[in-house]
């Protein structure tokens, strides 16, 4: 951490400064300016998180330069992450392809949808069981009924299961049926959540904060890895600006920063992303070519009948369009779908 | 909503669409203009938001006219609630200030934290027992401990206590010692929670989240009073924009834009919706200016030990003069403290 | 336009407001719903825009159902534009690159960055004579000097020159130099500049707005073109968001907006969208994979010496590299560099 | 300026480093920390800004530490600056309020306005000329012929003249009626309008730019005084943000940092900040609150007819129960209007 001393700020401030950074366990270093003074502090970076700069006097202000996270960084571990997911490959060369409706809402939609996203070469069935909605309303899912179903669709078609748990008390119930979990966007800083995951065997998918930084969702990675559980999978699906023609915005630049930051697989979802069925396959495809590790689509057999978020969901057609066009940049980034 | 068919729509479109809203058991209005063909579907609110209307043919877009909220709309209760905290008032003429620390650290910061705000006028002790931290590596709280810490502060001052419950699983632990239940910004969206506190019968202090829209969150409120939980205060504490000078946005205009649409009481918190000691006074003065309800501010004996966000809390000294100011204010609002 | 009334308004409120559409030269469609009417205003919409709907009595809400641009939409042209500039196209299948330094700083840099682009395949040279920049102490640009290199590495190369006009003062100026005429992020909504380069006949490169939603964007563009100036080319370089990791956040999605909504050609500027070379290749090819119509790159032949924007320009070798990665996406896109 | 250096960099690479720095007339401080080097640059300013860190060998980032204005800064002057606008001052303890029509429509209509806010206890007559508008079909104002007309309304009535100049071509124009050269907020960073400003001798009204930050803000306002016009006024009119139920969020947060940061006055539109006229009151009480030296405030005859933002304007019933209310608040503040 930098603190840089007002111009005004007298020998006694730094020394009182020093004094609190000896203190608190931590190392110092003078940088005597022109005009002011600047303090470099050294040291275990949980020390460092705790020092309240701002009211020390004479300070102006004080600059972290280095990330909280450390599990999730590429300086942890330099080459790229591969997780098993009950023998299907995310990360690394390996392209994983999530697919299905936005909520389970019977046993024949879902399995026409399961049969439609395995055929056109997706690994995993998506779909909602617990639906966490703006409204109290809303339809909010099929609960256990909906994770029984979930599994007799990977029964019938070998796909694996992605859903989402959204409370710390249901994480068991999920674990029985799901092959990876699911956090959403809205508990990406549900810390209770996060460690109890942290501390089952279960892949966990973990999506981006509608404006969570892309430091702060490291952060959230780094609760799940801190517990033990390594095999967490990031997920990309639009942040929140001002622009509202799209529902969101799908901020695929932090797919190439995560890239660099982090040996941790990311993954894109461009039907929440845009909100706009019409530019999930142009999203799709740019995802990939930004070297995404895999997708989250939204398909549903009947997008005008759908419970939920008919509006961003594939017809069958459209996925099927939407594998044939990401196969050919898959090969130009030397990934297979497999 | 209305939906706005596309220019070029046939009149076929437009009768699919017509069907589609009948079958879903919805009236139709239609107004044949000059150059596209609009609809306006009228019917149950929850009927409305579950049409996919844009996979529709011919849909160009749809706009939804009405919020989805009721028990918290002006419409449905015309005047101002007033919360009784176990005899302490929130609402309509009565300000309620709630001050302390971040977090619970130790029995004696709390205590003299707790005399600090009393004698300044403060009715409410705030104090965070369990904490949410972007990091897993900072202080987490002192959990149970810290709430029987709270219960005893309160005993020996007459402070009412405001503290967080992070989890469902926790609601009723804190129960037994808080009068008021925190929902915080980062679970403002936490379904299951706000399902939970609204089965309990203690007041909720309902925390805008980060990158909450007004009506979402007057959404979170309908999910606790929809459980039949009525005694909802809310609480602006800034948003998240592009501006890096502050830790938030403080949108005080959301104080204004609530008091239009609900009667529940709207507090401010200007320590996290500012990030800077320096900054709390003058928000405070133009959060009552704006009508607020209420404050919660962060005092702590002594900033530059603080465990925890010692950058934004008030010295003794300066919340003394925040109350001082803030009577003044008050009293042209036509509000009281006490 | 759709007036929405309150649940409470009179059958009185109601006829004031269709009054005052009728008198405005509009035409009125009503809609009684169960508990409220709604009002569809019908007509001219430069009439409607000016209508102050709020204020009349018992108006809850307007809301808008068109855009109020037409020169720029699909529906006034449904074929993609194709922008002939002296000869090389961009638009429908033609995808054209923009490469060089952010600023021209001399003759032998500006040549060398020349000679590198158009080795590399670009079509079009740019390097800014004219430099806005946030601080009045940092370098302005080498004005008219800079605008006659420009025009020498043309003659040397072949290559076609974009460059930035930051005034309509300096039209003319520019215009004696340039192929292509830049409007600035900052000057997007430069009203008079965009009327001013709307009558002349040179290509407009229109950048969009830092926090320019995409119909302020395309409605820019409408100023442009309601001059007579129909050779517009829309860039896309990032938009304002609270992520501080990268410069700005780049829009992808709203690439594919465009190319629904408008028939203009749209590029992208990866280098000013993230602000760090290194993420210029993924944003390049994920551009080019969501249907970008060509690119604007930073190329400076030693970064580590440029007077602006170093951070953030490609090294000649990394210019390569991107060419020929976008080379095997534009293929599968069905378009060609030429 | 700090330069993180990554954990890996090698010696040699910090002496690479360390020699641009110096070439660049620069001076160094190395800090040999546990994992990584911190390199603070010390030196002038203008040359640190130009320096292209990021891509010298082994950096990690660079931290700015202190900002590019000088002149505008509460560094350079210490005592609030009171700007006298032909005998009415603004700044200090004189609070400044400008009202009037968004436009100028017709000299009834803007006496009718001027004698109204005058009545109330306004000093300055607001009102467009040359409106800039998102669309080319909307009013774009009574240009020269509104500035005569505002003219015409100060010598009536002793109101001093506050509106826009949109191009540096028309500051001369505008400058011969107008008390105030107003620079609206899509000009903010139009430098060029920004320096022909400041070679006036004409108070200049900067208002901050829909997503400006503070420190771009003052920025802009360095670039007016750089050039020697030192009557800066700055005016908060709200960011563009996710949220939208309010035209804009209005950032009062901001005032209270301008105060802290720099010695100009500073005042706010809640007309703008807001959009909805029943907001602009309690905005108005709130910028006092927190210390703003003035408003702005759209007041028009007979909103219902205004041709531009009737819905944000307010009746001259509603603007003189505001004045009425801002009395009070601002004697509290120690302020006077005069």
Redesign the interface.
Same mark, same amino acid.
């Given at each position: 951490m930098?603190i840089?001393m007002r111009?005004k700020a007298t020998q006694q401030d730094v020394e009182i400064v020093t004094k609190?950074i000896v203190e608190a366990g931590l190392?110092v270093?003078l940088?005597?300016?022109?005009s002011?003074t600047?303090i470099?502090v050294?040291?275990d970076?949980?020390l460092i &998180?705790?020092l309240?700069?701002?009211?020390?006097p004479g300070v102006e202000?004080s600059?972290s330069?280095?990330e909280? %996270?450390k599990l999730v960084s590429r300086?942890f571990k330099q080459e790229d992450s591969i997780i098993d997911i009950n023998g299907t490959l995310i990360g690394g060369k390996h392209l994983g392809i999530m697919a299905g409706p936005c909520a389970v809402e019977s046993m024949e939609q879902l399995l026409e949808a399961a049969q439609v996203v395995k055929a056109a070469g997706a690994q995993f069935l998506r779909g909602g069981a617990y639906k966490?909605?703006?409204?109290?309303?809303?339809?909010q899912g099929l609960e256990e009924k909906g994770l029984e179903m979930l599994a007799e669709a990977r029964e019938k078609t070998g796909l694996k299961i992605v859903t989402e748990v959204?409370?710390? &008390?249901s994480v068991d119930t999920v674990s029985q049926f799901a092959d990876i979990l699911q956090i959403g966007a809205?508990?990406m800083?549900?810390?209770?959540?996060l460690?109890t995951v942290g501390r089952t065997d279960k892949a966990v998918l973990l999506k981006r904060g509608?404006?969570a930084?892309?430091?702060?969702w490291l952060?959230a990675a780094? %609760?799940v890895m801190?517990e033990g559980n390594y095999n967490v999978i990031l997920c990309e699906r639009g942040?929140?600006?001002?622009?509202?023609?799209?529902r969101n915005?799908?901020?695929?630049?932090?797919?190439? @920063?995560v890239?660099?930051l982090s040996h941790l697989p990311v993954i894109v979802d461009p039907s929440h992303?845009?909100g706009?069925?019409?530019?999930v396959r142009?999203?799709a495809?740019? @995802?990939?070519? &930004?070297?995404a590790d895999g997708l989250m689509i939204e398909v549903h057999p009947n997008?005008?009948? &759908?419970?939920?978020?008919?509006?961003q969901?594939l017809t069958p057609e459209n996925f099927h369009l939407l594998m044939n066009?990401i196969g050919?940049?898959s090969e130009?980034m030397g990934k297979q779908l497999k």
């Open positions: 930098i840089v111009p609190k190392q270093h940088s005597q300016g022109e002011r600047i470099g050294i040291g970076k949980k &998180a705790k309240p700069t701002d009211v020390f202000k600059v330069v280095t909280s %996270y300086e966490p909605r703006t409204s109290p309303y809303a339809f959204v409370d710390s &008390a809205r508990n800083q549900n810390f209770n959540l460690k509608l404006s930084t892309i430091s702060e952060n780094e %609760y801190s942040i929140r600006t001002f622009e509202t023609y799209t915005t799908l901020d695929l630049g932090a797919v190439a @920063a890239k660099t992303g845009t706009l069925w019409k530019m142009p999203m495809r740019a @995802a990939i070519a &930004a070297g997008p005008a009948e &759908a419970l939920c978020d008919g509006n969901s066009e050919g940049i130009l």
